[in-house]
């Protein structure tokens, strides 16, 4: 498909279990976006990558998030020592350009920290 | 920094009725604004934007929004409502004066029922 795809759609760790989160955005587009959904709550941005550089990691809540992009197409938002306030739903987003005024979401995965 | 506030978390319209949901936005420079839909399980779709020019844009599914500068508002609104339209709406800002590209700010969302 062409659209922005995420894998796993579900994920359930116990606590302090370390995960993994996989977006692939659209080919091509440039700019890739991470955001966190609480449950009941807008989504709340995360990070953001411009091809493979992290230009801004700011709402990355704990030194337990990492994110990477290293080729500038697929990105992974890792999790360490998951607690249960990490439970949401993670979004990856990605627009064409830089100053693209859109940008296309992915289906999100919904993790669970039990 | 940018907010964005979402009047009423839940609005319930009856079928063929007016459908208006409230978004207001504070902002230091000119925003962009969004609207999107996102039906459950699924990721956000675009419903409509406004960017520059005509203040009343019309989007997908009969949707429409008007910016007021000076009500710093942002309302979604669709003449007659569908079964169909029963969704979470987010109304979101951004603005290109940060180093996170187009990087959103999100309200809360309202969610809306639709009754037969």
């Known amino acids: 498909g062409a659209g922005v795809s995420q894998s796993p759609r579900y994920k359930v760790a116990k606590r302090g279990q370390d995960v993994a989160l996989r977006c692939d955005p659209i080919?091509?587009?440039?700019?890739l976006f991470w955001y966190q959904q609480a449950l009941g709550q807008g989504p709340e941005f995360l990070t953001y990558f411009q091809n493979e550089a992290q230009l801004d990691k700011s709402g990355l809540p704990s030194d337990r998030f990492f994110a990477e992009r290293p080729e500038g197409s697929v990105s992974t938002l890792k999790i360490q020592r998951t607690q249960q306030e990490d439970s949401a739903v993670y979004l990856c987003a990605s627009s064409f350009e830089v100053w693209s005024n859109e940008q296309f979401f992915g289906p999100g995965t919904r993790l669970t920290v039990l | 920094a940018q907010s964005v506030t979402q009047l009423g978390s839940h609005v319930s319209v009856s079928e063929g009725a007016l459908v208006l949901l409230r978004c207001n936005y504070s902002s230091s420079v000119p925003p962009y604004l969004f609207w999107y839909v996102q039906y459950p399980n699924q990721g956000l779709q675009l419903l409509l934007k406004y960017t520059t020019g005509a203040t009343l844009v019309k989007g997908i599914n009969g949707f429409e929004a008007e910016f007021k500068k000076s009500e710093t508002s942002f309302h979604l609104t669709k003449p007659s409502a569908h079964m169909s339209d029963a969704a979470e709406y987010f109304c979101?800002?951004?603005?290109?004066?940060?180093?996170?590209?187009?990087?959103?700010?999100f309200g809360g969302g309202t969610r809306l029922m639709v009754k037969p």
């Open positions: 080919s091509g587009h440039v700019s």
């Open positions: 979101a800002v951004s603005d290109l004066n940060n180093n996170a590209g187009n990087m959103l700010t």
